[in-house]
């Protein structure tokens, strides 16, 4: 692993501007929210009952490791990503078992996929080496985490990518029940909009899964939103379509 950066992600590194916007991280985790319901090492989520029993709350305290990683220097980095192995330690000493290293693999995945693809969807794509550098990051990411068997490239991971999709995902009484909790803290509005923004941005084999339609209600919204990125007004649709008791913690996610 290289250490001579002052920080585990350069400061001019696109990992920092998908990272550094409150609407990238939200549809990030609007994406891993419905393959976490989908992979098939999902009762370890209900071992905890984190998850089911406070979905916003626990984006929040990953979204926080999450720039404890980014945003900090490597040492505080490696820290944080030391901190999070020794909690899912804990986790499995509780329980008696291992977490299988396919899972881990595919939370890692996850978070490459949704960062390209939610980049890409609110701003611009991205170049083969933006796309190379955001692998690395979590690439370094996994291999503190002693991750075994991670592709040595973007180019080889879209391949793992697929393969983990097809043979770790399943729908299941959890599946259902994990959308329940995200409607019942969500309501039915804000329900809605979690479906409409997850269906722009997850692979087809997860749609099929969710019976999701192909109709994409939120996709002529998005120019719109861009605009009022632009003109500072962002923020009054954010207000409207997120819980009111989150406000300070999703303004928090904008890193200026």
Partial sequence: MNTSNRYFVPENSIVRKIWGKSDTILFIFAGSAAEFALNKAVDWLYFTGRLPSDP?????????????????????????????????????????AKIPDWAYRDVLYMLIHYSVVSYELLERKLTVQEKEEVYDVFFRLGSRMNLKELPGSYTDWLISRQQHLEADLAKSNYSTDLYKQYKKHLGSFRYRVLIESQKLIVPPCVKAMLNFTNRHRLKPFIPFYKLCRKVKLDGAVKALLLPSSYKAQINALDYD
């Fill in 56 to 96: 916003l709350g626990r984006l929040f305290s990953t979204v926080a490791y999450a720039r404890a990683i980014v945003f900090s220097d490597e040492q505080k980095a490696l820290a944080a990503i030391d901190k999070i192995s020794a909690i899912h330690g804990a986790v499995e000493n509780s329980r008696g």
